[in-house]
Nanobody, 117 residues
């Protein structure tokens, strides 16, 4: 059974940084890829970035490219989202997701990120 638990959200000023963590109770690297999504109030959930264990390892949405970095720690079964140069428009609930090869099947409960101007 895969269970994803996010942590690390909070309130930060514009220009600041946060690092989100996603702990996977299953084997992280048994997944084809792990990713991050976000959902702002009144908006649809959108893709942020992902890491996969073969081929091109990481890829990102254009809105966060160059500011956000996805990484993984196999020993800790954890995936991270390092967010730098945060903007008020990055405010959202951030969700961790896992794909075993059949799509984004597994989801965490989400963690709130609020960026003040």
């Amino acid at each position: 059974q895969v269970q994803l638990v996010e942590s690390g959200g909070g309130l930060v000023q514009a220009g600041g940084s946060l690092r989100l963590s996603c702990a996977n109770s299953g084997r992280t690297f048994s997944m084809y890829r792990m990713g991050w999504f976000r959902q702002a109030p009144g908006k649809a959930r959108e893709f942020v970035g992902a890491i996969r264990w073969s081929g091109d390892p990481t890829y990102y949405a254009d809105s966060v490219k160059g500011r956000f970095t996805v990484s993984g720690d196999n020993a800790k079964n954890t995936v991270y989202l390092q967010m730098n140069s945060l903007k008020p428009e990055d405010t959202a609930v951030y969700f961790c997701a896992a794909d075993s090869g059949l799509g984004w099947t597994y989801w965490g409960q989400g963690t709130q990120v609020t960026v003040s101007s």
